[in-house]
């Protein structure tokens, strides 16, 4: 995390707070499934195949395809753009994509916005790369509560820096603070509450097209 630029850090906890959040919006909208864990949802997948017709399978299904094809494009943009262009292209794509679920808002029709935001969540994990041990902007924390643990131990047996867990602590928070907020909102706002996670993303898009533009400005 000391190697990471400070702009990473907090646009990825932002980014983070920002999956917390539209998971929560689709867990409420969806009846216990999620848009971005997709640990959580291949363990339901896995128990609704074990039962014999249950309709549970196919949406679950639905969900991963929308997953992978946004990681896929978000990876394809990113590796097609190297440097700093490419974060502010997928960061770009996410954007798009959160703007067409929130327009169902304020639509009479009922759109896909479920998968649409699964979509916008596999993107977003291309948007910002890992660095020195820490990836910010992951839209899951499974692994990094393990990693939390671990630098934690590595602190108190003094065989790390002492502060290597911050990172991930913060990590965890910031989907958890994220998520709490989108529960809140949504049940008051309904799909009106996906302006806040807009605003975000479109946040750390203004900062990394800042970035890409910064050397060619200074030049």
């Given at each position: 995390m000391r190697d990471t630029h400070p702009l990473d850090i907090a646009g990825g906890l932002l980014l983070t707070a920002a999956?917390?959040?539209v998971d929560?919006?689709?867990?409420?909208?969806?009846?216990?499934?999620y848009t971005s864990f997709m640990s959580g949802?291949?363990?339901?997948?896995?128990?609704?195949?074990?039962q014999v017709g249950h309709p549970v399978?196919?949406?679950i299904g639905h969900?991963?395809?929308?997953?992978l094809t946004g990681g896929f494009c978000g990876s394809l943009v990113s590796l097609r753009l190297p440097g700093r262009w490419g974060p502010?292209?997928?960061?770009?794509?996410?954007?798009?994509?959160l703007v067409v679920a929130l327009s169902f808002a304020f639509s009479p029709a009922q759109g896909p916005?479920?998968?649409?935001?699964?979509a916008a969540m596999g993107a977003q994990n291309a948007a910002l790369r890992r660095s020195?041990?820490?990836?910010?902007?992951?839209?899951?924390?499974t692994g990094t509560l393990f990693s939390l643990s671990h630098t934690l131990a590595q602190a108190a047996t003094r065989q790390g820096w002492a502060f290597g867990w911050v990172p991930d602590a913060c990590t965890w928070l910031a989907l958890v603070c994220g998520a709490v907020a989108g529960g809140f909102a949504y049940r008051g706002y309904g799909l009106e509450a996906l302006v806040i996670p807009v605003t975000g993303v479109g946040l750390v898009l203004a900062l990394a097209i800042g970035r890409a533009v910064r050397p060619r400005a200074a030049a």
């Amino acid at each position: 995390m000391r190697d990471t630029h400070p702009l990473d850090i907090a646009g990825g906890l932002l980014l983070t707070a920002a999956a917390g959040y539209v998971d929560a919006v689709g867990f409420l909208r969806l009846d216990g499934l999620y848009t971005s864990f997709m640990s959580g949802n291949s363990t339901q997948f896995a128990v609704s195949l074990s039962q014999v017709g249950h309709p549970v399978a196919w949406e679950i299904g639905h969900l991963f395809l929308c997953f992978l094809t946004g990681g896929f494009c978000g990876s394809l943009v990113s590796l097609r753009l190297p440097g700093r262009w490419g974060p502010a292209a997928v960061l770009g794509v996410e954007a798009a994509l959160l703007v067409v679920a929130l327009s169902f808002a304020f639509s009479p029709a009922q759109g896909p916005v479920a998968p649409i935001l699964a979509a916008a969540m596999g993107a977003q994990n291309a948007a910002l790369r890992r660095s020195a041990g820490f990836r910010p902007g992951v839209t899951f924390v499974t692994g990094t509560l393990f990693s939390l643990s671990h630098t934690l131990a590595q602190a108190a047996t003094r065989q790390g820096w002492a502060f290597g867990w911050v990172p991930d602590a913060c990590t965890w928070l910031a989907l958890v603070c994220g998520a709490v907020a989108g529960g809140f909102a949504y049940r008051g706002y309904g799909l009106e509450a996906l302006v806040i996670p807009v605003t975000g993303v479109g946040l750390v898009l203004a900062l990394a097209i800042g970035r890409a533009v910064r050397p060619r400005a200074a030049a």
